[in-house]
């Protein structure tokens, strides 16, 4: 989102340059502007116009102008979703982020045997579609008759319900965790692999352990690939909802409407006909992660220099 | 706004009608509408089904297909398109975006008793007393009628009906000594027995479900949703027939005796086969489900009445099944007509029947093939006896909400609780109560809780 902006504002101020105005630069930017502006553009200035609207079963619609934000930001049920990815995120992320940087690493040592298996191994949950994996680790976790069942009549012990209400987010987090660490893992790969020979011969030179080049060469080279993760999996945290929304079924009681704000949001749109309400849970959802993801990217840049 | 509505429908519906030279049907529909003469619409009806014409079915039940395919042959200048627009709630959602959208709705569509209040009091279905379809009541058994008949209005002819009978597996009561319980005490004290004896063995199984819940309540007598003038909403979860069921079901939940697999998972399919859920108090459209879903416990399971509240008052309430319904979208309403009563009050009925559906048409249940028929997988047992009597001894005056359908949706965020943390369900009733006025009132209802 932050670099398609960037990319609108270096595209416009390039014909105020010629005193006649010339329309060249708008004719290569104009088949994009026209897609960005229909897919990206007009729903969300439509997400904001419903937001401003109150649509009732009875007495139908009428303009109410902000009370919507009004209600959202007081609604108990919003700021409870929010702080149940909020969690996820700081527990989650730095987990997922750190295995994958292990796997990157240990695969880009060259000292590992059969690295290419490896490599695909790990990557390859990212191609499972996530409502497969979803289902797929549902029954997995049943304690009935589920992989967890099994391990429990197998050794006789009494594993907790994966699915239960104390672990349903552990067991969602772990989900996710298995399905994005091939995809960190190659993007950060992706960054090592370009890391110059010299630098490593120069420090070969010089009498640098394995853990000295990984200090000082291999991770402020993967600095900027780290922000990009990190940014990746911050969105990705906000809206959390296949996973929850597919073990519903399998756990009512455990994921409620509101487990996270995309489930809230569309079951306030899809089951109860709030469209508005839903509109402006939305908005304000997609506002908070734009402002943390630019507030890491600001942080993580800054550090880089 | 309703006004409105149905002028601007009116007007699409002249514009079409000239365009696609159906003026004749259309003169004829808007002639009933407008003089609400009831004399004459047989024939208004089957005037329309001499006429070459399309109508739009949304179902899923399955015999609706071959339903139509029979109607198609006796009328063969109607075509009938049955679309398949998902069960239950997901079909609800694109029939509500429909109507929100005030165009692209069916011209019957199949709904469920429990969400007829909310498409009937949105003004969005035809009273079908603009059909004569009034006088069909005498064909259906008193609780289905009850069901479609809201507000004074016909909103839909019944098509299944779904009175509750105790389905149990009697080879785990006889291998445990349990006799079959005819009260709730004795079914909690059946329950304490088969899980002290097999702690693996449960009586039931129940994670919460609104359909039960609201179906256990109406068999106590509970009347906890009441509806007047279409939008004034009283609510009280705590009346006499809520508590009574609370209160029992709470030993159930809190002394862990009832299974917690969730209905129609693989778990429960396989809990049904192997014993771990000895019984199911739910509709007599469960016979088909036993037979298809769990063919391995073929001649363990039997039916008796649903367990009563007071000793030897027989009682009993409707657990799903609906009708089917014309939209006033449609722009062939007659023809629509037709089909309904082809479909639920005509020669379908047989159809439905056919393919496992529990019938709402009194001649249907009374007829001898249909009650001595013996059930192969119920040991030979003459199961419809059982649930034709059900059908008869259902408790009167229930009413759903006029927005069912969200409310059920949100059943698991507040009675689902105190299943999981195995508290007092009241609590949990009183917590939907709050939700339910809640989301009631922002929606424009005056919901009263008490």
Not at chain 1, 20 to 28: A, C, E, N, V
Not at chain 1, 172 to 188: A, D, K
Not at chain 1, 260 to 287: C, E, K, R
Not at chain 2, 276 to 283: D, V
């Amino acid at each position: 989102m932050t670099t398609l902006s960037l990319s609108a504002k270096t595209g416009a101020p390039a014909p105020r340059r010629q005193r006649k105005r010339d329309w060249s630069g708008w004719k290569f930017v104009g088949p994009f502007m026209v897609v960005f502006a229909l897919v990206l553009i007009a729903p969300v200035i439509y997400s904001i116009y419903l937001s401003l609207f109150k649509d009732q079963l009875i007495g139908g619609n009428s303009f109410v102008g902000l009370a919507n934000y009004g209600q959202a930001l007081s609604d108990p049920k919003f700021w409870e979703s929010i702080g149940r990815v909020s969690l996820f995120l700081v527990v989650q992320v730095p987990i997922m982020l750190a295995l994958a940087l292990f796997a990157a690493l240990a695969i880009d040592s060259a000292r590992l045997h059969l690295s290419s298996f490896y490599r695909i191994a790990i990557f390859l949950p990212y191609a499972v579609p996530a409502v497969v994996a979803a289902l797929m680790w549902g029954f997995m976790y049943g304690t009935r008759f589920g992989l967890v069942g099994n391990v429990n009549d197998f050794f006789g012990i009494d594993i907790p319900s994966p699915l239960s209400n104390s672990w349903i987010l552990a067991s969602i987090g772990n989900i996710v965790t298995w399905e994005f660490v091939g995809y960190n893992m190659l993007l950060f790969y992706a960054a090592l692999r370009v890391i110059p020979a010299d630098l490593y011969e120069a420090a070969d030179l010089d009498g640098a352990g394995t853990f000295r080049v990984i200090r000082s060469i291999k991770l402020p080279a993967l600095r900027p690939a780290i922000v990009i993760g990190t940014i990746f999996s911050i969105i990705g945290s906000f809206q959390l909802f296949n996973e929850p929304n597919i073990l519903q079924s399998l756990a009512p009681n455990s994921i409620s409407t509101y487990f996270t704000p995309n489930m809230y949001a569309y079951n306030l749109s899809f089951a109860g006909q709030q469209y508005n309400y839903s509109a402006t849970i939305a908005i304000i959802v997609g506002l908070l992660t734009a402002a943390i993801a630019y507030a890491v990217q600001i942080s993580g840049s800054r550090k880089e220099v | 706004m309703t006004t409105e509505h149905t002028r601007r429908l009116r007007r699409i519906g002249a514009v079409v009608a000239t365009g696609m030279a159906l003026s004749l049907t259309l003169a004829a529909c808007s002639a009933t509408g407008d003089t609400g003469a009831e004399t004459g619409t047989a024939s208004d009806i089957e005037a329309a089904l001499q006429e070459e014409s399309t109508i739009t079915v949304w179902a899923w039940a399955p015999a609706v297909e071959d339903i139509a395919a029979a109607f198609e042959e006796k009328y063969p200048k109607v075509t009938v398109d049955v679309v398949n627009a998902g069960t239950g709630n997901d079909q609800y959602i694109k029939l509500q975006n429909a109507i929100k959208a005030g165009s692209g709705a069916p011209d019957v569509a199949q709904i469920e008793y429990y969400a007829l209040p909310q498409f009937a009091l949105s003004d969005s279905l035809v009273d079908l007393n603009d059909f004569g379809f009034g006088d069909l009541e005498e064909k259906y058994t008193a609780s289905t009628w009850g069901s479609v008949n809201l507000d004074g209005g016909v909103y839909a002819l019944p098509q299944d009906s779904g009175p509750m009978a105790l389905f149990y597996n009697q080879a785990v009561f006889d291998q445990f000594g349990i006799a079959v319980p005819t009260t709730w005490d004795e079914y909690v004290t059946a329950a304490q027995q088969l899980h002290a004896a097999d702690p693996t063995k449960y009586i039931t199984n129940d994670t919460g479900d609104a359909g039960f819940t609201t179906s256990m309540i109406w068999q106590a007598g509970g009347q906890p949703f009441v509806t007047e003038n279409s939008t004034d909403v009283t609510v009280n979860l705590q009346d006499e027939g809520s508590k009574k069921f609370a209160d029992t079901w709470n030993q159930l939940i809190e002394g862990d005796l009832v299974a917690p697999i969730s209905s129609w998972s693989d778990e429960w399919y396989k809990g049904l086969g192997d014993g771990t859920i000895a019984s199911l108090t739910i509709g007599a459209w469960m016979p088909g489900n036993l037979e298809s879903g769990v063919p391995e416990a073929s001649g363990d399971w039997r039916v008796a009445p649903m367990p009563t509240w007071e000793p030897g008052v027989a009682a009993s309430s409707e657990n799903g099944g609906g009708g089917d319904a014309i939209l006033k979208q449609s722009k062939n309403k007659l023809a629509a007509a037709g089909f309904l009563e082809f479909m639920n009050a005509g020669e379908g009925t047989q159809i439905s029947m056919d393919a496992g559906g529990f019938p709402s048409t009194t001649a249907d249940l009374e007829s001898d093939d249909f009650l001595n028929a013996e059930s192969e997988y119920f040991g030979g047992q003459q199961i419809n006896q059982v649930l034709v009597q059900s059908a008869k001894d259902v408790v009167p005056g229930w009413s759903y909400l006029p927005f069912q359908v969200y409310s059920n949706s949100i059943f698991g965020d507040t009675v689902g609780q105190s299943y999981a943390n195995k508290t007092d369900l009241n609590e949990g009733l009183i917590a939907w109560q709050d939700a339910i006025a809640e989301y009631g009132n922002g929606q424009g209802f005056t919901v009263t809780s008490e």
